[in-house]
């Protein structure tokens, strides 16, 4: 079946440091690919996605490109905040599992440090 | 902005217990769905609902049952609450144009 791997947290990270996730995937079909964010003591949100190859989401200082050659939607920013500290998903769509319902990486924790 | 509400944020019960946790939402989504998350499992299904009257299983659907008697709202029932259904649950909805979830605060529960 279709599955989403993270990598591992916590990360911990100085701000103003780069970040980058790792998610990896494994679809029947073509999947769309998700990050969703999630903040203390808040459910998830969407934070960016993509629906085919090549494709790049972005929002908020946050990118990730869709590689179907990889399998790979790794997430990215330039320079986080304290205020990025959070828990991110990664999270696929295909057509198989039907009606849109999401397979979810197990998430990982974000910590920036001052 | 779409707002999807769960009726509570904490909730301590006690084993054996009837339990139920509320999830509204006011975007006139078709589809909604109940999680749990837990810390290393990440999230994992437990009904969702495409329609009025309408459920399906998800992934871990024992010990729990759910309700859609109105399209807003969808209740997730543990009808003998246990020690390891101490989680946090996540509802959310989406409607039938989008691709993208919209979830809830989530409720804590703590089983005693």
């Known amino acids: 079946g279709d599955s989403v791997t993270q990598m591992e947290g916590p990360v911990t990270l100085s701000e103003e440091a780069f970040l980058t996730i790792n998610c990896t995937y494994t679809a029947t079909g073509y999947p769309s690919l998700f990050w969703y964010v999630q903040y203390p003591g808040e459910g998830l949100q969407l934070l960016l996605k993509a629906t085919k190859a090549d494709d790049k989401g972005s929002n908020k200082g946050f990118e990730a490109t869709y590689r179907k050659e990889t399998t790979s939607f790794h997430l990215e920013k330039g320079s986080v905040q304290v205020s990025d500290s959070a828990v991110y998903f990664c999270a696929l769509i295909t057509p198989t599992r039907g009606s849109y319902i999401p397979t979810f990486g197990r998430g990982t924790s974000l910590i920036v440090h001052p | 902005d779409v707002k999807v509400t769960q009726s509570s944020r904490y909730l301590v019960k006690r084993t054996g217990e009837k339990v139920f946790l509320e999830c509204v939402q006011d975007?006139?989504?078709?589809?909604m769905f109940w999680y749990r998350q837990d810390p290393g499992l990440g999230l994992r299904l437990i009904y969702f609902?495409?329609?009025?009257?309408?459920?399906e299983k998800g992934d871990i659907p024992e010990g729990y049952s759910v309700s859609r008697e109105k399209k807003e709202r969808f209740s997730l029932i543990l009808e003998s609450a246990s020690t390891n259904q101490t989680s946090m649950y996540l509802c959310a909805g989406r409607g039938g144009a989008t691709d993208t979830q919209y979830f809830g605060p989530g409720t804590r529960l703590t089983v005693l």
């Open positions: 975007m006139d989504h078709e589809n």
């Open positions: 609902s495409y329609d009025v009257k309408m459920k």
